[in-house]
Nanobody, 119 residues
Framework: QVQLVESGGGLVQPGGSLRLSCTAS????????MSWYRQAPGKERELVAI????????NYADSVKGRFTISRDNAKNTVYLQMNSLKPEETAVYYC????????????WGQGTQVTVSS
């Protein structure tokens, strides 16, 4: 079955950087738009960034524009999230999502990776 596995989370100081990765298996990766979400304790899951299936278009939450970059390598079945200038309020579990819309919407989620921004 399809698996999305996130990695790269951890503890970082405010102002620091992290690069998250999400690798898919048993998925026709290049046909899926990929996105990153995050969920902080007690809050709803929110969209952080999204990239189209071929990687030609990206979009970001206003709060991360200019600091985060989403990219993908379809040859490696992997999507990345480069996060710079991290803030304590961005402490959350970060999830990747794969979604394809053809005759129906097909969605897969990863299990999440914890990012903690603290001094």
């Amino acid at each position: 079955q399809v698996q999305l596995v996130e990695s790269g989370g951890g503890l970082v100081q405010p102002g620091g950087s992290l690069r998250l990765s999400c690798t898919a298996s048993r998925l026709f990766f290049s046909s899926y738009a990929m996105s990153w979400y995050r969920q902080a304790p007690g809050k709803e899951r929110e969209l952080v960034a999204i990239i189209t299936s071929a990687g030609g278009s990206t979009n970001y939450a206003d709060s991360v524009k200019g600091r985060f970059t989403i990219s993908r390598d379809n040859a490696k079945n992997t999507v990345y999230l480069q996060m710079n200038s991290l803030k304590p309020e961005e402490t959350a579990v970060y999830y990747c999502k794969a979604q394809r819309v053809l005759m129906q919407v097909v969605t897969y989620w990863g299990q999440g990776t914890q990012v903690t921004v603290s001094s």
